[in-house]
């Protein structure tokens, strides 16, 4: 990895949310090029980014994807090798709160990528959706690539939209080119540094005193941060100097527990080490499945790839960094890195 990322030119969107700032750290720590392009942040929520990016050698550019000139010049001016596709709208409560927002954000957003893809023949670029952009009965017990995408919530149906984006391009305009363009769909990923809104985790953190949880028994793939973000710089790696057939524009990254944890483990296990008051307690006025579990055969097989840690594990590093963040956040980032590399 080192070999093949030094000095690399990089592009990452929304490298200013939870993944994106991760996503910056490890590819620094080989020795990319990092630009990054997002919203100029306001809130504390992304204290990730401002503690350990904003002077660690990362180019930091402020601009709304939905501004097509924008980003196409700015791709024309930094003249990345690879680009990463994360800025979105993410949430999928609020994406019932504000759903013009999410299409606009997500679906428009996505559309102007591809065509500065197109417009500067970007070669390699990885387009992250989420593993909701599939259609769920709550029967299956983990999905493939080639199983029925569909959406519910204006969120993951936006998601959706998007894959479907990415298909047109691949099979109309990028098919007789080296241009490659694969979508990523994660299971819930998890890690130190998590700000979201209505997120387990995250508000768990946020929570001063007593905390209420309101879908105890949902069950979700959850994954240490670095687990699917090292698979996507294996698939970029892969991906870059070969054409891909049609059944490789998509891949799963997923945890590899075959008894997949619900909240309320999850939860009881990270308060063991704070002690905080938890309350459990249903709200049938938010639809969410409750089962939702993804199949990374593909990217096993093709990639070599694994989830390296544990939900345990995954679990013991959050409340690591947690513990540590306040006394120096870019630390404790680059030692998880390294840890987790070793």
């Known amino acids: 990895m080192y070999s093949f990322w030094k000095n690399k030119k990089v592009l990452i969107t929304g490298h200013t949310g939870f993944k994106g700032s991760w996503l910056s750290l490890l590819l620094i720590h080989f020795g990319a090029k990092v630009s990054g392009v997002s919203l100029r942040p306001k809130r504390k929520e992304y204290l990730l980014f401002q503690k350990t990016l904003l002077n660690n050698n990362c180019n930091n550019y402020y601009l709304n994807i939905l501004n097509l000139n924008k ?25 019932y709160k504000y759903p013009k927002r999410t299409y606009d954000t997500n679906v428009t957003g996505t559309l ?19 593993d909701k952009v599939y259609k ?30 990415v298909k047109n391009y691949n099979d109309i305009y990028f098919k007789n080119t080296n241009i490659n363009v694969v979508t990523v769909r994660a299971g819930n990923v998890i890690g130190g540094g998590d700000r979201g809104k209505n997120r387990l985790i995250p508000d768990f953190f946020k929570t001063k005193k007593e905390m209420y949880i309101r879908s105890p028994y949902s069950i979700r793939p959850w994954q240490f941060v670095l687990d699917p973000l090292y698979g996507y710089l294996k698939l970029s790696k892969y991906i ?16 590899n527990d075959k008894k997949a944890k619900n909240v309320k483990y999850i939860i009881n296990k ?73």
């Not at 980003?71 to 994406?95: M, S, Y």
């Not at 199983?147 to 939209?161: A, F, M, N």
């Not at 995954?314 to 070793?342: A, H, R």
């Open 270 to 342: 990270i308060n063991q080490s704070f002690n905080k008051k938890i309350i459990f307690k249903k709200n049938n006025k938010i639809k969410e499945k409750k089962y939702l579990n993804l199949n990374s055969n593909k990217a096993k097989k093709i990639l070599k790839w694994n989830c390296k840690y544990d939900l345990n594990m995954s679990l013991k590093k959050i409340v690591e960094w947690e513990k540590y963040y306040k006394k120096d956040t870019l630390k404790i980032c680059q030692n998880q890195i390294k840890d987790f590399l070793n």
């Open 112 to 130: 102007n990528i591809l065509e500065a893809i197109k417009k500067n023949k970007i070669k390699t670029s990885i387009i992250v959706t989420t």
């Open 240 to 255: 870059h100097n070969k054409k891909l057939q049609s059944s490789q524009l998509s891949l799963n990254f997923a945890p």
């Open 71 to 95: 980003i196409d010049n700015l791709i024309k001016k930094i003249k990345p090798d690879f680009i990463f596709h994360l800025a979105a709208q993410p949430f999928v409560l609020e994406g």
């Open 136 to 165: 769920n009965d709550e029967r299956k017990k983990s999905f493939t690539e080639t199983d029925q995408l569909g959406g519910d919530d204006p969120y993951s149906s936006s998601k959706h939209i998007c894959e479907i984006l």
